[in-house]
């Protein structure tokens, strides 16, 4: 795993921001979190920065541990932080030309193509005049212009509109493609869904789920209303099928697997309609977070 947490553990007084999480990463995994405010990821992501101390627990990234050598962490991930504050007396071109100095493995090249040529972003720019978005545009560029094993974005999506939150989602493709590992989070589930491996639903600093991507894309749901009675589920689908309900000839089934020997089985039945839907992270998501 190239990242690590045991029994991670973050208290304020009474107030416990991350309970008990334990997870594994592997190398150019690319991994989400999600969950509402105040669930514990941005401490998390912090406690993996090494900018907060655990009250116990430990974390490692790349077999090195977070708190007893940080600069070595530092020197492996690009960090978002969720409040990317940038110098407001400086030019667009100058913070670029800053961050790259303070990271030596950063791009100035790269960083400016992001900037223009990706999110469009005018370099003479002061920073004082730039929209919230803008900022985080460049932000964002800064950031993925170095070239480490590790990218950690906090919410880098927000005050973003839906094109340009297409193109951070692409950028993360590219970063798993060339075999960086990327945590991330947000509130925005359809792009959770559309760019990670798997994701890991937190609440009030639980762990509550880990789903992977690929395994969600097969479950289905399938909706039907009969006319009459519904009939015992067959005993060969026990086991392999969910029956979420079944009153007043509305059925409702969640499968994990293929759709071919159910939809089978519904077909000898006197249906009135019939619907098949994927399950979807929103779904998931909400069995964990209801209204």
Not at 10 to 16: P, S
Not at 205 to 213: A, C, N, P, S
Not at 214 to 240: N, Y
Request: proline share 5%; hydrophobic share 40%; aromatic share 6%.
């Amino acid at each position: 795993m190239y990242v690590e947490t045991h029994s991670l553990t973050k208290r304020y007084g009474n107030f416990t921001a991350l309970d008990g999480f334990t997870c594994g990463i592997e190398r150019a995994e690319v991994v989400g979190l999600l969950g509402p405010n105040g669930a514990g990821k941005t401490t998390l992501l912090r406690l993996l920065m090494g900018y907060l101390h655990p009250t116990s627990g430990s974390a490692t990234i790349d077999g090195i541990d977070c708190y007893k050598n940080p600069a070595a962490v530092h020197q492996r991930v690009s960090y978002l932080p969720g409040e990317a504050r940038l110098f407001r007396t400086m030019r667009a071109r100058e913070v670029v030309d800053f961050f790259v100095s303070v990271r030596r493995d950063g791009s100035r090249g790269r960083a400016v193509a992001l900037a223009t040529e990706r999110f469009g972003l005018d370099l003479s720019r002061p920073v004082a005049s730039m929209s919230t978005g803008m900022r985080q545009k460049l932000a964002v560029a800064v950031t993925l212009a170095v070239d480490t094993p590790l990218v950690i974005l906090d919410e880098p999506t927000s005050n973003l509109d839906p094109t340009v939150r297409s193109d951070v989602g692409a950028l993360v493709t590219e970063a798993k493609r060339a075999g960086r590992t990327v945590v991330f989070s947000s509130h925005v589930i359809s792009e959770v869904e559309q760019v990670c491996d798997r994701v890991l639903i937190l609440r009030k600093g639980h762990l509550v789920h880990t789903q992977v991507i690929a395994e969600l894309k097969r479950r289905h749901r399938i909706r039907a209303h009969l006319r009459g009675e519904l009939p015992p589920l067959p005993e060969h689908f026990r086991g392999q099928v969910t029956l979420v309900a079944g009153d007043e000839g509305d059925l409702l089934i969640e499968t994990p697997g293929e759709l071919s020997g159910l939809l089978g089985w519904l077909s000898t039945l006197p249906l009135a309609e019939v619907r098949i839907e994927p399950l979807g992270l929103s779904t998931l998501y909400d069995q964990y977070h209801p209204l």
